[in-house]
Structure formats: C-alpha cells, structure tokens
C-alpha cells in the first residue's frame, strides 16, 4: 500500500504556481519524500526528493512540515508542458529504493 | 548519455505466445527495476536486480513471468504464455549506487497488448 496521500486532481494556470500537497503521516525517520511526474505516454521523471530540510532545484521547490508529515511541491510558474500526473512518494535506502506508486494528483495547466 | 532504453517500443502478439521484453541501463548503474503499469492497478514494481542480482521479485505476479540480467548493460522480462491480463505498459528504470539515496531513471516503455 501506498503511504502518501494526494488529492486526485487539479488544476492551474499557466504562469502561476502549483501547489501540490502530500500527506505522509506515518513517515518513519529514514525515509525520504521523492517526487516523480509522468506526462502523458512517457515514462515516469524525477522531480525533486528531500529528508527533512526544504529543497529546490531547477524544476521545483519542495517544502516538508517539521514534523514530516506532510509536504508540498511547488511549481514556481507553471507552463502547458508541466500538465501530468505527480507523484509523491516515500522511500529509504533501507528498502531498497523501491518506489511504491500511488494514485497521484493529476494536474491540467491551463491557458 | 542516451538514458534507458526499451525495446520493442510496441508489441502486439496472441494469447498464448512468448513475450521478451529488453531493457539497456543507463551506463554505471547498479540497480535496474522492472514495473507494470495498467489502468486498474497503476504503476507497480516488478522486480529489482542489485549488480545483476535479482534482490526482490514479489511484484512478479506469477510463474508465467520470469526476469534475467546476464550483465549490467542488459536486462530481459519475459512472459510465456503470455495471456490477454498481460497487456499493459512494461517500464524499465535504473540508478546509480551510492552511500545516500539515488533517483531512479525511466525508459520510456513497452506498449504491450495480448489479443
């Protein structure tokens, strides 16, 4: 079973940010939030992945609750491209760096 | 680097024949990982091979499945007999080895349907 929970859907402007919430209540102190999307017909892409501290890079920002048991990804200003699904995720070494897929948020960028 | 590449890109056969599935890692990786992924059940993992050793083959979902890595530059999943349930989308993905958690990198995918 999954760990995270997503809503299924949203939508977002183009331009604007996207906020992507994901709860993780039972997030245990060596695992790690990862963030994949998959656009339509590809293979699942990373986004960003993070511990405990907030983490950016050049595709997204990624901000974890003190207690860890939730986090966002943010899409500082979303394009038509960026329109798919997303997928939280949380995982450790110690499992192998099995990615467990849940359901996801699908998120449609709008003009 | 070309990433991960799959091969065939699309495969369509008959209920009953045997279906090989290839899978080329991105150059250096240590791990490669074989997924599934349908309408009903999502994404899931297959199984997972460590420097080409299979380390977690409960995803398989029966006997009919079977899974190689005969080096680190390649990998095969194959299905025989192959049964109309099989049609789904076969991913492969592969990441480096490291002391701290490493991504995992996608191909783009088998399209396979079993008439």
């Known amino acids: 079973d999954a760990k995270t929970t997503q809503p299924p859907s949203m939508d977002c402007a183009e331009g604007r940010a996207a906020n992507l919430p994901c709860n993780h209540s039972t997030i245990s102190g060596n695992e790690y939030v990862y963030w994949y999307r998959q656009i339509h017909s590809q293979g699942p892409q990373y986004i960003i992945h993070g511990l405990k501290n907030n983490e950016t890079n050049e595709m997204a920002s990624l901000i974890i609750t003190e207690d860890r048991k939730s986090s966002t990804l943010i899409l500082p200003h979303a394009t038509l491209r960026d329109t798919a699904v997303y997928y939280c995720?949380?995982?450790?070494?110690?499992?192998?760096?099995?990615?467990?897929f849940g359901g996801g948020t699908r998120v449609l960028v709008k003009p | 680097d070309a990433g991960v590449i799959q091969s065939p890109r699309h495969e369509v056969t008959e209920m009953g024949q045997e279906v090989t599935l290839r899978c080329k890692p991105i150059s250096g990786h240590d791990y490669l990982f074989w997924y599934r992924q349908t309408m009903m059940r999502g994404l899931e993992l297959l199984i997972y091979?460590?420097?080409?050793?299979?380390?977690?083959d409960s995803g398989m979902p029966e006997d009919r499945f079977s899974a190689k890595m005969p080096n680190a530059s390649f990998s095969t999943l194959k299905i025989q007999p192959s049964e109309p349930r099989d049609s789904a989308v076969y991913f492969c993905a592969s990441s480096p080895m490291s002391g701290s958690q490493e991504t995992q990198y996608f191909g783009p995918g088998t399209r396979l349907l079993v008439l």
């Open positions: 995720i949380v995982s450790s070494k110690a499992a192998g760096n099995k990615l467990t």
């Open positions: 091979f460590n420097n080409n050793v299979p380390i977690d």
